[in-house]
Nanobody
Framework: QVQLVESGGGLVQPGGSLRLSCTAS????????MRWYRQAPGKERELVAT???????NYPDSVKGRFTISRDNAKSTVYLQMNSLKPEDTAVYYC?????????WGQGIQVTVSS
């Protein structure tokens, strides 16, 4: 049974930091690209970070320089370090695993940036 379980979300003040984790099971984690998406109320789901099986990373301009994605294949876990958070980063964040054919989603975790 495939599972992606996110953790680490919550409420943080503007300028603060959070680290999200996503622990996977039920598929060969190390050969999958891993992604983080987010979806704010009334908006489309947005890709915010990608890490390939070879650990290459990619970010959109909206988070580049503030967010860092990393992976630990021994723990089947992907991380999203978020720094200098802004109110517009408020969203439900989703973990995604993709191998070019199959993809799996986590249940999502809320991140709220507010004073």
């Amino acid at each position: 049974q495939v599972q992606l379980v996110e953790s680490g979300g919550g409420l943080v003040q503007p300028g603060g930091s959070l680290r999200l984790s996503c622990t996977a099971s039920g598929f060969p984690f190390s050969i999958y690209a891993m992604r983080w998406y987010r979806q704010a109320p009334g908006k489309e789901r947005e890709l915010v970070a990608t890490i390939t099986s070879g650990a290459r990373t990619n970010y959109p301009d909206s988070v580049k320089g503030r967010f860092t994605i990393s992976r630990d294949n021994a723990k089947s876990t992907v991380y999203l370090q978020m720094n200098s958070l802004k109110p517009e980063d408020t969203a439900v964040y989703y973990c995604n695993a993709f191998n070019g054919v199959l993809q799996y989603w986590g249940q999502g975790i809320q991140v709220t940036v507010s004073s």
